[in-house]
């Protein structure tokens, strides 16, 4: 029996050792490689962070065209007062099979009023930021575009109210996508009294 316990207490001891052991060499190496890094005598690499690669794209999107692309105007009421301000109503619906993509920012499906031959009013003529769609089959993206009567400038003018109102007469409308000029909506007549 006391052989047994002499054999059980000398291989707890064994594996003791063995792990104090092992602790005070592995310390030891870390110990030694602080030094060396922080001391810039590093024989081993050193891992460092660097940028991400940029994603492979496997497939790309292509623009929407007239193809797959339908462009419809409506405004809200025929008639506005002289000052007032007018609602148009500006959906884009993608026709195509396949997906596209398509700016509908009021810089990328562009609202144009004319009176005659001469443009009035464009919702492009201040800058605006993209607003990107991805447009499957069936899609449709509906915006509200409002006109306050008014004429735009060659130069961009933020507040609309700033800008010379339209006289009496009747005005047509027509969106149209900036990136691809022939697709354009049926023209719609308004009258400004």
Not at 5 to 16: D, G, K, N, W, Y
Not at 155 to 176: A, F, I, W
């Amino acid at each position: 029996m006391y052989r047994r316990r002499r054999i059980v207490v000398f291989s707890a001891l064994v594996v003791v050792l063995f792990v104090l052991g092992f602790t005070v060499y592995s310390l030891g190496r870390g110990a030694g490689a602080v030094i060396n890094v922080a001391t810039g005598n590093a024989s081993h690499a050193v891992l460092e962070r660097s940028t991400s690669p940029e994603p492979h794209h496997s497939a790309t999107v292509k623009n929407c065209t007239a193809k797959n692309t339908r462009l419809e105007l409506t405004a809200k009421t025929a008639t506005v007062a002289v000052g007032g301000s007018l609602d148009w109503v500006a959906t884009i619906t993608h026709e195509g099979s396949d997906s596209c993509i398509i700016d509908a920012s009021d810089s990328g499906r562009v609202l144009t009023i004319t009176s005659g031959g001469e443009t009035v009013w464009r919702s492009d003529s201040c800058p605006t930021e993209a607003r990107t769609l991805l447009m499957a089959k069936g899609d449709k993206d509906v915006q509200t575009i409002t006109w306050n009567a008014s004429r735009t400038s060659d130069q961009c003018v933020e507040n609309q109210d700033d800008l010379p109102k339209v006289d009496r007469g009747t005005y047509v409308g027509v969106l149209s996508l900036k990136n691809a000029p022939k697709v354009k909506s049926q023209p719609v007549t308004v009258e400004v009294q």
